[in-house]
């Protein structure tokens, strides 16, 4: 038997240096289990440095050499050779003045590293590959309001940042929202609702506030008096659909709504019926900023209600958001 087979029979403990080290009872019979038996393999093969250290030792020869190409320090590696020669039960490097020679058992041991430090490297591939094709796109799903006036900013500010993810927004009320990203085809969401979907976790990111608009030429614009909640619920509405944050935040404050006079899927498009004086709206002041200042519309306070409600960035239950998602969701803190 060569050398090499008796120092790999030793490190496996089959062969005579190892006969009484693995599988021998108090009085030296076998049968029973050996000691490492129940215990995870990350405790019985060395760490990936420890590895690719060895394998630098056996392609320069020097154990200082290896250390300065591996970043760390001649102490660290000798202190780390040591650990791994603990852990295997075998001598790997023999230390000399002229530098640094591999026994036997570790010109095997570094056989055998190699082949486990190839395959760290394809399954780090494989990984980086992985995320470079979850970074390639983002799918975002977001409330009308949100997606009109707010998520442009956000989207122009993460293009400077990840220039090479493509993203596409899918805008719809906040029903939809939830269910796109509970099926799959959405990475982050936005909504303006009062609570937040089932199946979904939630950050905060901004506050908003409904105000009532008209036009100019509406009764209400002439009022002397703050309009009530009651008169406000009583009055046939420009709405948007059902399903629409807007719309459950203003049915919830005022206990009910009377039946629309008309109803609309788009924020753009209520805006536009109320300033064609079609009837009064309920909006976000968020997209009323250039028709306010125009005095296209004209806001009409109210006596008796608050309608604030809270912006929200959401994803389905345990998948915080990672990549382009997690790069958006931080970009709208600035809200």
């Known amino acids: 038997m060569s050398k090499t087979e008796e120092a790999a029979e030793a490190a496996t403990g089959k062969g005579p240096a190892g006969a009484g080290a693995v599988g021998t009872g108090p009085a030296g019979g076998r ?10 393999i990350a405790h019985r093969v060395p760490d990936l440095g420890a590895l690719e250290l060895l394998l630098a030792v056996a392609r320069l020869g020097s154990l200082g050499r290896a250390a300065r190409e591996l970043g760390i320090t001649q102490p660290a590696a000798s202190s780390r050779i040591r650990s791994m020669e603990r852990q295997l039960g075998v001598a790997l490097v023999d230390r000399s003045p002229r530098g640094s020679r591999l026994t036997d058992a570790g010109a095997l041991v570094t056989d055998w590293a190699r082949r486990v430090v190839e395959a760290a490297e394809a399954f780090d591939a494989g990984a980086q590959a992985l995320r470079d094709r979850r970074d390639s796109r983002l799918r975002v799903a977001a409330s009308m309001t949100i997606a009109e006036y707010l998520l442009p900013g956000w989207l122009i500010a993460l293009r400077a940042q990840r220039p090479d993810t493509a993203v596409s927004l899918l805008a719809g009320n906040s029903a939809a929202v939830a269910e796109r990203l509970l099926a799959g085809e959405a990475d982050l969401g936005f909504v303006e609702g009062l609570s937040v979907p089932t199946g979904l976790d939630s950050a905060t990111i901004a506050h908003d506030r409904l105000i009532v608009v008209t036009s100019p030429g509406h009764p209400w614009a002439r009022r002397r008096s703050p309009l009530s909640a009651a008169e406000l619920a009583a009055t046939p509405l420009i709405l948007r659909e059902e399903g629409s944050g807007t719309r459950q935040v203003l ?11 008309i109803e609309l899927s788009s924020t753009t498009a209520v805006k536009a019926s109320a300033v064609s004086g ?3 709206a309920v909006l ?6 250039e028709e306010l200042s125009a005095h296209r519309l004209v806001t009409i306070p109210l006596a ?30 600035g809200v």
């Open 31 to 40: 049968g029973e289990e050996p000691a490492s038996i129940g215990i995870g």
């Open 251 to 261: 049915d919830t404050a005022l206990g009910g709504l009377a039946r629309p006079l």
């Open 278 to 280: 079609a009837g009064p």
């Open 284 to 289: 976000s002041e968020l997209a009323l900023g």
């Open 304 to 333: 008796d209600v608050q309608l604030d409600r809270a912006l929200r960035a959401v994803w389905p239950t345990g998948h915080r958001p990672t990549g382009p998602a997690r790069d958006l969701l931080s970009l709208t803190r």
